[in-house]
C-alpha cells in the first residue's frame, strides 16, 4: 500500500520527468518487461480472497488456502485456491461472448452465445470437488519444479451450468470422438499471441458424464473473474487443470488433445513407478485422470491447546476423485492405532464428505492428530509421501495437526 | 536596434513555448497515469496526515533480502532479476530448490516451450545465482511439523 502512495505521490511531483525516464530505460529492458514496482500488490482486494490466504506467486496469480479456512461444507470463493497459468482476461463482453462447438469428430460446428446455452440447455447445479494436480508439491524430494503448494489447492463450491453433455448432443459428435479440448481466453505470460498458456480436456466419457458442466454459476453468482468468468468447464474429482476457465471453444477431438499442458511431462506422472530423482521419458509419462483419496482436518486449526480430561472434536473433508470415500479414520500414535471417524454420505457424487471425531487423549503432552480417508476399493492415503514423480503431482498423504494436551 | 527587439520577440515565443509545452507534458503525464492508476488524483473524504518518508525503494536490500522482490543478496542479484523477473514473479523462482542441473534444465524449458531468450554469458551468472541460494535441502520422506502457532482451544 506504501509502495502505491509513494508512486502515485512521486508522480504528482514529477510525472513528466518519470515518463520520461521510463523511456530512457525502455530501450535496455526486455520486451514485455513490467517494471516490478508497478504491478498491484493486493491480490486480497482484486480477488475478494481472505488475508490468511497463501499468495505463491503473483505473475500469474497463484494462491492457496491453509487447511482450517476449508471448513465450510460448500467453499466460498474468499477461501478458494487460484490456479492460473496465464494472464486474466481483460474487457470481457459477456453480451458477446460465444461457445463454439468444433474439432474433428463434429460434423458441423456449432456456436452458441451465452444467453442460448443458458436457456436452450437445462440447466443444473452440483458441488464438485476441484483439487489442482500439484497440490501438496511442496513435500516431494528431491523437489519438483513449479508452485510450492502445500495442502490448500483444494475447493469444493457448488457449481451451475448446462451439461456439456447436452450441448454436444445438440451439435452431433462423431463416433470417433476421444477426447475434447477447451480453448480459453487467457493470454500467455509472454505476451505472444499464437501461445495458449492453457488448453487441455478430458476422454470423452468424462465430458458426457452428468456431473461435467459448462458452469456459469459459482454457489449461486456468477463465476469470480478468477475462476473463469463468464464460462468454465468444470469437471470435478480429475486435476482442476481439466477444468478451463474463460471457455470460449471446445473442439472434440479424434485423437487425445495435443493442447498446450497436455503433453508429457505436464499433468502426467510416470506410468510405471520410479526412484526420486529418476529421469523419465515423456513417452513413458501418463496422463492423470482421477484424482486419488484425501482428506483434510479443516477443524481445529493446528497448535490447539487443551486442558487434560477435555474432548478434541475435530472435522473435515475427505474427496476420492471420481470414487465416493468409503471410510475415515484418526490416529493420535502416528498410525499404531486408527479409530474410525464419522462420515456422511456426499451431497452428490464427486462432492467431498464430511468427517468427524471426538478424541480423549490419554496424558499430557504433545500429540499429532492424523486423519485417513480410505476409498470404496480399499484404497487408503498413504502416511508418507507417495510415489515421487519429476513434477510433483498427487501428494495424498495423510493430513495432520499439532494438539498439546495441558 | 530593430534586430535587438526582433530577439526579445523570439527569445518571448521561446520562454512562452518552452513554459506551454513544459506544462502540457507534466498534464499529459498525469493523464497518462490517471489512467493507469484511476484513483489518482480523487482524494478521499479523510485528510491523509501521514507521510512516507520510509519508503521501500526498488533495489532496497535488508537482512540481505532484496526487499522488492523476496530475493537473497548476492553475485548476480541484478541479472536474475532482470532476466527472470519479466515473465513469471519472483515468487516462482524463490519458492523452489533445484541444483545446478536442474536450474539449467528449467531455464531449457522455458527457452523451449515460454519465449525465454538466449541468456548467453549471462546464463552462468543466473544458474550460479539460483543454485547457490535455493539450492536442494536434503529432507526425509514426511517433514516434522514447524511453525506451529500455539493457542488455548476454547471448547
Known amino acids: ?406 | 536596434m530593430e534586430n535587438q527587439g526582433f530577439k526579445n520577440k523570439v527569445k518571448r515565443i521561446y520562454y512562452g513555448l518552452t513554459l506551454f509545452f513544459g506544462l502540457l507534458l507534466i498534464l499529459s503525464g498525469g493523464l497518462v497515469y490517471k489512467m493507469v492508476d484511476p484513483s489518482f488524483l480523487t482524494f478521499p473524504n479523510e485528510v491523509e496526515t501521514e507521510t512516507y518518508v520510509d519508503v521501500v525503494g526498488f533495489d532496497n536490500i535488508e537482512n540481505g533480502i532484496h526487499l522488492e522482490t523476496g530475493f537473497k543478496d548476492d553475485e548476480g542479484l541484478q541479472t536474475v532479476i532482470v532476466n527472470c523477473t519479466s515473465c513469471h514473479s519472483a515468487k516462482l523462482v524463490t519458492q523452489n530448490r533445484a541444483n545446478k542441473e536442474g536450474w539449467i534444465s528449467i531455464i531449457r524449458w522455458m527457452q523451449e516451450t515460454q519465449n525465454l531468450w538466449d541468456l548467453g554469458t549471462n546464463e552462468v551468472v543466473i544458474v550460479n545465482y539460483l543454485a547457490k541460494n535455493y539450492g536442494i535441502e536434503e529432507k526425509g520422506r514426511r517433514d516434522n511439523l514447524e511453525n506451529v502457532e500455539w493457542y488455548d482451544l476454547k471448547n
Open chain 1, 1 to 406: 500500500m506504501k509502495r502505491r502512495k509513494f508512486i502515485r505521490n512521486t508522480f504528482l511531483g514529477t510525472a513528466a520527468s518519470l515518463i520520461g525516464a521510463d523511456i530512457v530505460f525502455s530501450s535496455s529492458m526486455p520486451k514485455n518487461y513490467t517494471p516490478i514496482g508497478l504491478k498491484d500488490p493486493d491480490p486480497y482486494t482484486l480477488f475478494n480472497k481472505d488475508k490468511d490466504m497463501t499468495v505463491l506467486n503473483d505473475k500469474p496469480w497463484n494462491i492457496e488456502a491453509k487447511a482450517h479456512l476449508l471448513d465450510d461444507k460448500i467453499t466460498p470463493n474468499k477461501y478458494m485456491f487460484i490456479r492460473n497459468n496465464g494472464n486474466i482476461p481483460q474487457n470481457i463482453d459477456v453480451a458477446h461472448w460465444k461457445l463454439i462447438i468444433d474439432g474433428e469428430s463434429v460434423s458441423t460446428p456449432k456456436t452458441y452465445t451465452l444467453q442460448a446455452l443458458k436457456s436452450k440447455f437445462k440447466n443444473h447445479t452440483y458441488q464438485l470437488t476441484l483439487e489442482c494436480g500439484g497440490n501438496g508439491r511442496s513435500e516431494f524430494n528431491p523437489p519438483a519444479k513449479g508452485n510450492q503448494w502445500t495442502v490448500g489447492a483444494v475447493s469444493c463450491a457448488v457449481w451451475t451450468g448446462v451439461r456439456l453433455k447436452d450441448v454436444l448432443e445438440d451439435v452431433g459428435i462423431k463416433d470417433d470422438a476421444v477426447y475434447i479440448g477447451y480453448h480459453a481466453a487467457d493470454t500467455h505470460l509472454s505476451g505472444d499471441p499464437e501461445k495458449e498458456p492453457i488448453s487441455r480436456g478430458v476422454p470423452i466419457e468424462k465430458a458426457l458424464q452428468e456431473e461435467t458442466l459448462l458452469a456459469f454459476k459459482m454457489n449461486g453468482r456468477d463465476i469470480p473473474l478468477a475462476h473463469g468468468y463468464p464460462l468454465r468447464l468444470v469437471a470435478g474429482g480429475w486435476p482442476a487443470s481439466a477444468s478451463g476457465k474463460w471457455i470460449h471453444r471446445i473442439s472434440v477431438r479424434d485423437k487425445v488433445h495435443d493442447g498446450t499442458k497436455m503433453k508429457a511431462p505436464a499433468y502426467r506422472v510416470p506410468c510405471k513407478p520410479v526412484a526420486p530423482g529418476e529421469k523419465v521419458k515423456d513417452a513413458d509419462m501418463c496422463i492423470i485422470e482421477s484424482m486419488p483419496v484425501k482428506s483434510l482436518i479443516t477443524y481445529p486449526r493446528s497448535g490447539a491447546m487443551i486442558s487434560q480430561g477435555e474432548k478434541l472434536h475435530i472435522r473435515g473433508h475427505a474427496w476420492a476423485g471420481e470414487l465416493e470415500v468409503q471410510a475415515m479414520a484418526y490416529s493420535i500414535d502416528f498410525g499404531a492405532t486408527w479409530h474410525t471417524c464419522r462420515i456422511e454420505k456426499p451431497i452428490n457424487r464427486l462432492a467431498w464428505q464430511h468427517f468427524n471425531a471426538s478424541i480423549a487423549f490419554p496424558k499430557k503432552g504433545y500429540y499429532e492428530v492424523w486423519a485417513r480417508a480410505t476409498d470404496v476399493d480399499g484404497v487408503s492415503q498413504p502416511m508418507l509421501v507417495p510415489g515421487w514423480n519429476p513434477k510433483g503431482y498427487l501428494n495424498n498423504a495423510c493430513h495432520r495437526i499439532a494438539v498439546k494436551v495441558k
